[in-house]
């Protein structure tokens, strides 16, 4: 089990680092006007058909091929800005971010709905059992599934206040830990279980628990890969029959408290129109508090894609729990078509609320992913729960 430093340039520091200069791309007009020819040429296609030959891009093309190799060998973190919200309708951007992605990777379903864009809302009053990005408030930091490499937001509304991405590199933790507590990362390179969520679970292939420890690290050719889902995690803990030992807790607790350190961790505020992009391999994201607005269409509004990019090295087969193959069994058994275009998920979702208003069965909103601290809080949450 290699534990080396990593001396990358993804090992980077929140409190020493500039994302305008190094990991901000502003639109230029030529760009935005050749991004307009290609929605134009894209049509009104349904998101799976929008590839790089149907959203053609011939000289902002080669520049995402760029900043897909500095998302994997540089810092690991993209944010475009200056794209003008304003001239679009939400469907026209989620075709315009779908396009952008599909010169970087192939788009993947992020649940067992079968979706290729999620909508990153609180829905937790109106839907029942939502998972972490429909539910309101802060999130602990986690990395995405194992089926995607590169993890994205496109921001259609902001929030009334806050909100807003916080991004660390795993590597620069990586790095501390090896220098201060090589026993905690020694258990983090041993892994924990992780099991899928109740509903992923229910329309999956494969068992919802793994059957061994998945790693948090694992090192290759100097390179660093992690996963490190707190749900998935948690699952595990209160469903699953997994208790963590005393060291199991350690290890999670202290990797969340070095990532909430400001010396580590790095905000952006997100306007309307920015797509960020992180390599889902090697950065830690989570979301800061923030107040929303008290109607489901004027919320807070993101839209999150997860791409598979086969020009990179597989992730190593023992660390990946979610697979290609599920995400492709949601898409072909429950996708229904244009089901993620905001303008119809958002209206069904208004119609929810009002008519839960009207029948008064409004649900009280949940801020699941950061109610415990602690890992040892999710085996109290269990133990109160079993009376």
């Known amino acids: 089990m290699a534990m080396d430093r990593i001396t990358s340039r993804a090992a980077w520091k929140g409190s020493e680092i500039d994302y305008r200069a190094e990991m901000m791309h502003r639109f230029a007009d030529a760009e935005v006007a050749e991004i307009d020819a290609a929605l134009r040429a894209c ?6 058909d929008i590839t790089p030959e149907t959203f053609p891009l011939p000289t902002f093309g080669p520049r995402m091929l760029a900043f897909r190799d500095e998302l994997h060998d540089g810092r690991g973190v993209l944010l475009m800005r ?18 952008l992605g599909s010169h970087l990777g192939q788009p993947v379903a992020q649940s ?16 029942e059992k ?8 802060a999130q602990h930091f986690h990395i995405d599934s ?9 921001c259609l509304r902001g929030a009334q206040s806050g909100g807003a991405s916080r991004i660390v590199s795993v590597s620069a933790i990586h790095n501390r830990m090896l220098d201060t507590r090589p026993d905690l990362l020694e258990v983090l390179y041993r892994g924990y279980y992780f099991r899928n969520h109740e509903m992923d679970a229910a329309h999956s292939l494969f068992p919802p628990q793994s059957a061994e420890r998945i790693p948090v690290f694992t090192q290759r050719d100097g390179r660093l890969t992690t996963v490190i889902d707190s749900g998935s995690l948690r699952y595990a803990v209160q469903q699953g029959g997994i208790t963590m030992s005393d060291l199991d807790i350690e290890a999670y607790d202290e990797m969340q408290r070095l990532a909430r350190s400001e010396e580590f961790f790095l905000d952006m505020n997100f306007e309307a129109g920015d797509i960020q992009f992180l390599n889902n391999r090697v950065i830690m994201h989570a979301r800061t508090a923030y107040e929303d607005h008290p ?4 919320r807070r509004h993101l839209l999150r894609m997860w791409l598979r990019v086969d020009a990179w090295p597989q992730r190593p087969p023992h660390q990946v729990f979610l697979s290609d193959a599920d995400c492709a069994h949601w898409q072909a058994q429950n996708r229904r078509p244009f089901m993620e275009l905001p303008s119809r998920w958002l209206a069904e979702m208004t119609e929810m609320q009002e008519r839960r208003r009207r029948e008064k069965t409004v649900l009280p909103p949940l801020a699941t992913a950061g109610r ?7 085996h109290a949450e269990r133990d109160r729960a079993a009376g």
Not at 372 to 378: E, H, I, P, T, V
Request: aromatic share 8%; glycine share 14%.
């Open 146 to 154: 194992s089926a995607c490499d590169i993890v994205s937001l496109m």
């Open 295 to 298: 109607d489901v269409a004027k």
């Open 43 to 48: 049509g009104e296609r349904d998101l799976p």
């Open 372 to 378: 415990s601290a602690s890992a040892r809080g999710w």
């Open 82 to 99: 200056g794209f003008p919200r304003e001239r679009y309708s939400a469907d026209e951007m989620a075709r315009i971010y779908v396009g």
């Open 130 to 137: 939502v998972r972490g990005y429909n539910a309101g408030g």
């Open 112 to 127: 067992w709905q079968g979706q290729l864009l999620g909508s990153v809302i609180d829905i937790s009053d109106v839907v």
